[in-house]
C-alpha cells in the first residue's frame, strides 16, 4: 500500500485484521443465505472515461470492494467469496508499458486472501469457477458480464443485508479511522498555520495537502475551504487563488483516508477578531458536550434535536435572535442558521451506508419533521462511527427568505450584518459511540 507514514505499526494492524476479515466473512454468508445465493463476486470498479476522450477521471475503488481488501490501486480487480472459503483476490496486473501496472500487495492483510494476478478480463473470467449461476455481483457492471452467467448484478436484498451491519465498526475499522483522524489533523495544523501567514484559499489546500502527505485524489472528499464569508455556504467548492484584502475567519471541513476509510473534520479560526475566537469557543463547549452524549443507546434523531435546542441557546446568548430558545425551537427560527443534520456515519464513505435503514432486510427509519437534511436515524450501537458537526451560518439565501415571513421579527439584523463577514461556524468531530461513552478520534490525533 502506497500509504503516508503511519504511527501504527503494520504488527497491530495485521492482528486486528484477520478478526476483520472473519467478522466480514461471517456477516456476508448470512446475508447470502437470507439471500438465496451461494456465493459473491466485488467488482472493484474502473475510472469512468471523459466523454469522448481517451482521459480517465481518478480512480475510486468501490466501497463494496474494499470492506474487503484496502487496495485502493487496482482498478477491475475482483474479490470472489464463497462461505467456508478463503476469499480470493484476483487483481489486475496488466501487461502495459503505458501505465504501471499495480505490483503485488505485501501488506499486513494479504494472508486472509488467496491471490490471483490477472492481466485481464478474459483472465479472471478464466479464474472464477465456470458456474457462476448462484453468484451475486456487486459492482458496476460492464460489458463482458451479461456472459459471465451471474445470478444476479447488484441484487437489492442482498446490498440492504451488506449496508446494515457496516454501520458498527470492527476494531480493525476503529483503528484504521483512527490514523484516518491523525493524518487529517496534520493536515489541519498545517492548514491553519498557513491561513496565519495570510494564504489564499488555495494555498491552504495545497497545505493542508503537503500536512496529511496525500494528493487531492486521495482524499476523501474535496476540502471545503472557506475564508471569511464563504464559510457561509455549507460546501464551499472554489478554493479562491487570490487572498481577500481583509482576513476575518476560515472555515476548513478537510479529512485524509487510511487503508480506505475516511476522516471528515471540521475547524473554524479567527484571523485576529477576539470576539470571534471567543464565540468560537464558545461553540466549541457545545460541541465537546454534544461529543460526550454519542453513546451506545442514544437514538440519532433525538441527538439532533439536542443539537438543535444548543444552537437555539446559542443563537440567543449571543444575540443573534430576539426570541427565547424555546420559541425558536417551537417556531424553527433556529433552521435559518443551522440548516443541516449534525452528523452522520462514517466509515469507508464519507457518508458512510445505511444511516435510516430499519434493519438489515431493509424498511426506512424516517428524518423528524423539520429536518430533511439527518442523514442517521438509527439508534447508536457500540463501534458506530458518527461526525458531530454542530454548525451555524449567516447564508444570505435563507436570511431573506425569513425576512419576509413573521420569522425575520424575531431576528436581530444589527447583529447578523456584524457577523456576516465571518460566513459562520462548523466544528466537526468523529466519534465512536461505545456502551456508557464516547472515544472522540477527532481530539486524541490533534493531541497525538
Ligand atoms: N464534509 C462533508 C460533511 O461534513 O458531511
Ligand atoms: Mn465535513
Ligand atoms: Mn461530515
Known sequence: MNSPAIRQNTESLSDLFAPHLEAVEKRTASALEATGFESLLLHAGNPPLLFLDDHHLPF????PFKVWAPLSDAPDSFVFFTPGRKPVLLIHQPIDYWHKSPETPKDYWVAGFDIVSCADRAAARAALPKDLSRTAFIGAAFQELVSWGVKAINPEHLITHLDYPRAAKTPYEIACLREANVLGA???????????????????GLAFMAGCGQRERELPYNPIIALNEGGAVLHYQVQQRIRPPELHSML?????????????????????????AQLIRRFDELQLE????AKAGVDWRHFHQWS??????YLHEVGLIRVSADEAVDSALTSVFYPHGIGHLLGLQVHDVGGQQLGPVGGTIDRPYNHPFLRLTRKLEDGFVVTVEPGFYLIDQLLEEAKAKPLGKMIEWKRVEQLKPFGGIRIEDNVVARNGGSENLTRAAFHA
Open 60 to 63: 475510486k475503488v468501490q466501497a
Open 186 to 204: 496534520r493536515g489541519h495544523a498545517a492548514a491553519e498555520k498557513a491561513f496565519r501567514a495570510g494564504a489564499s484559499e488555495f494555498e491552504v
Open 252 to 276: 476548513i471541513d478537510a479529512g485524509a483516508e487510511f487503508a480506505g476509510y475516511a476522516s471528515d473534520i471540521t475547524r473554524t479560526h479567527s484571523h485576529h477578531d477576539a470576539e470571534f
Open 290 to 293: 454534544l461529543c460526550a452524549r
Open 308 to 313: 438543535y435546542r444548543a444552537i437555539s441557546e
